[in-house]
């Protein structure tokens, strides 16, 4: 019936988001417990600096944009963030989030136009 965040609908959404500031390194480890689905796990807005697959911390992979967590494994995923604003985490399967697999980054700091600036 779910798939979540955290054991729980909402777990890392609004006040209870995760939380960094520009220029700091998140490292984020993500279990998927299965028992028959697997995860494509995603950060809306960001591209995974280091993958370390299957629980492996060794040998990561570099630059990859979805990382796919089997049934039972888990990946610790690390990148930089760069420019404030709230990012997304999903699975995916997109027709998880109606089913609660969504949670937030929320990144504080100052602008930062040579990585992204807004049009008007």
């Known amino acids: 019936t779910y798939i979540v965040f955290n054991g729980k609908v909402g777990a890392l959404m609004g006040e209870r988001a995760l939380r960094a ?16 689905l697997v995860s494509s796990f995603h950060v809306i807005g960001e591209i995974f ?3 370390y697959r299957e629980g492996s911390l060794s040998e990561p992979s570099h630059n990859v944009q979805t990382t796919l967590i089997p049934a039972g494994g888990s990946s610790s995923v690390e990148f930089k963030v760069e420019v404030p604003g709230d990012f997304t985490l999903v699975d995916h399967s997109i027709f ?4 609660g697999a969504l949670g937030q980054l929320h ?5 930062n136009p040579e990585v992204l600036r807004k049009l008007e």
Do not use: A, F, Q, S
Request: hydrophobic share 25%.
């Open 96 to 99: 998880r989030i109606n089913k």
């Open 21 to 36: 500031k520009t220029g700091e390194t998140v490292r984020l480890y993500v279990g998927n417990i299965g028992p028959n």
């Open 107 to 111: 990144v504080e700091g100052p602008e």
């Open 49 to 51: 600096d280091r993958v």
